[in-house]
């Protein structure tokens, strides 16, 4: 073994300094192995262990990691019952290697999970407030290759499978399903040539898998008719809980760019190096590559713009089973497993799916821990994009559907009322938070902002940690259409009952003789607010306040602005033994008076200064 193993690290470092231009020698060489269990569709379940080469190599201060490995992911020529952890990818999705994969992985996951992924749409589905109201039917030539689509009214059964695509729109435009067209849609169909390329590849993609429908937004919708959306948008968590499989066009940009054909998947330059060259018995060819990268960062979102679209969150959340076209491979995930073509996510310990951590949740532990995970998943969808700003509430919709339970009471503007006095707790992440064109949310909402927000402390142990200080007395939501309280909002309040002291606003700029750079990674504000009757002063966090704004704040120094106190929390350590609060910032409405308005948030601060104060009702709009 010895003498193989180093003639092929040899090989493929001598090929990665001729490729990659590595000027320093000094390899590091590295032999990942472990257990292996996996299912053999022809001998059932097989045990045994898999193996993995990898080196790295140094050039100016930095590592670089290459892995080699045989290109059928089956027992190594070398080593007898010892598999290979890695296997050969396709340079393109087009690769027929590619619809096999994916057809394997189906059948797999309709064998193993039809309880959980397979399983077509529940008796629900054949009542039309639970299934799309349209789909496309696929209509071939005399090969079998999509010829066109044609919008049909859903089918009565359910049995039905359809699948479903995500992806970004872009900016380009495309053939869409107004009141001008969406009659010829269903006369005439509309031919393949006339389709955008994402359009065509999900529509391949469906149809190789013997799957005669499939449901895509911008013809499925009716978009110029209002009424039609907003009874569609409703319906979003049926529809893509009750897809076969969605397809998510990762790597393209827009409607236009497809995801089968161009451009060259990346990541994949490859050495062969015969191992009879090696002393090994027998030929076999091995391969070298840069590994392929499963990482949820911000590379991910920068390479696969459908991470960064604000409706993908919840389609790719509420499916079933998903086929993720990346640049680099396939990737699928279903409520029973993850897999990807290079073979690194099947050696992972599996995560329960989202959509049975939450009914495991709901059933077994307390509904704040369950809203603090939707607090988790608002951050992850804030730091994404709407091209219509005012879909924030719809665009996430599918998700409070899916979510909500009695436990967690009603859904006030994209929080939930058993959990409200946490979740008003929110704050802008960065200076670049602005506020929207057109209403969108009432103020204390995180919603009533674009751009990422976040939580200052743990829900798991900050609620157990803390105690409400303030109740709702009542809430008032106006919805844009009545029967959708999920969906656009015309205006909102809450009133809630709390300690309520009055101070007055000041604010400097920290280290105003610093670079730009450096006051930002500093910190370039400081805020604070001075109670009356005292010297006692609160630092604040103001929503608004950010790089160019402080003509608007100067204005505001020395005008009264308020603290409403929400929770406490109890000492943490014996040094730090007094109890802190936690508040909103408020402003008293200039027309309204009796009415105030969210400015921002203050974290811990003294709790005993909210001792003499008498509670009232404030109401905020």
Known sequence: MGCICCCLFEKAIE???????????????????????QRDENAGMEEGVWMMLCFELHSSGESSRYEIYEPSRGHLSFLSGVRSKRSDVPSRASNPRCFRQLKTWLDTCDREHGGSCARPPSALFGIS?????????????????????????????????????????????FVTSTIETYQSHYREGISMEMLPQTYQDAITITNSIGVHYIWIDSLCIIQSFANDWETEITKMAAIF????????????????????????????IIAGADSESCDAKGKASFHIRQPISHSEDADEARLHPIRRRGWCLQELTLAKRVIFYKVSELVWKCRGKSSCECGELDYKDQDPPVNEQRQEEVETREQRLLGGKWLRTVTDYMTMQLTDQSDIFPAIEGLARRMHHDRL?????????????YGLLWEPKDKGVRQPIAYQAPSWSWASVVGPVSWDFDFHTGISESTAAATMVDAELTATNRDDMFGRLKKGSITLRGALIRGTFEWKRLFP?????????????????????????????????????YDKWNATVGKPFYSLRLLTRAPRTT???????????????????????????HGASPNEVYEDVAEQEVKII
């Open 15 to 37: 090929f990665a300094e001729r490729k990659w231009g590595h000027s320093q020698r000094n390899p590091r060489l590295i032999v990942e192995c472990g257990r292996l269990q």
């Open 129 to 173: 407030g639970y299934r799309p109201a349209r789909l496309l039917h696929i209509q071939t030539d005399e090969k079998g290759t999509p010829a066109r689509v044609k919008l049909v009214d859903t089918p009565h059964r359910f049995d039905l499978r359809y699948c479903t695509l995500s992806y970004c729109w872009g900016d380009a435009k």
């Open 241 to 268: 809980e009750g897809s076969y499989l969605t397809i998510a066009a990762g790597s393209s940009t827009n409607a236009h760019a497809g995801f089968l054909v161009d451009p060259l998947r990346q990541g994949h």
């Open 409 to 421: 009471g009603r859904y006030l503007a994209g929080l939930w009322e058993a959990d409200l006095v």
């Open 513 to 549: 003789e610093l670079p730009l750079y450096e006051r930002k990674e500093r910190g370039d504000f400081f805020c604070w607010l001075r109670l009356d009757g005292g010297d006692v002063v609160l630092e604040v966090d103001l929503d608004e306040l950010k790089e160019g704004n």
């Open 575 to 601: 040094e730090d033994w007094k109890m802190t609060a936690y508040g909103l910032i408020l402003r008293k409405v200039e027309s309204k008076p009796e009415l105030y308005r969210r400015v921002g948030w």
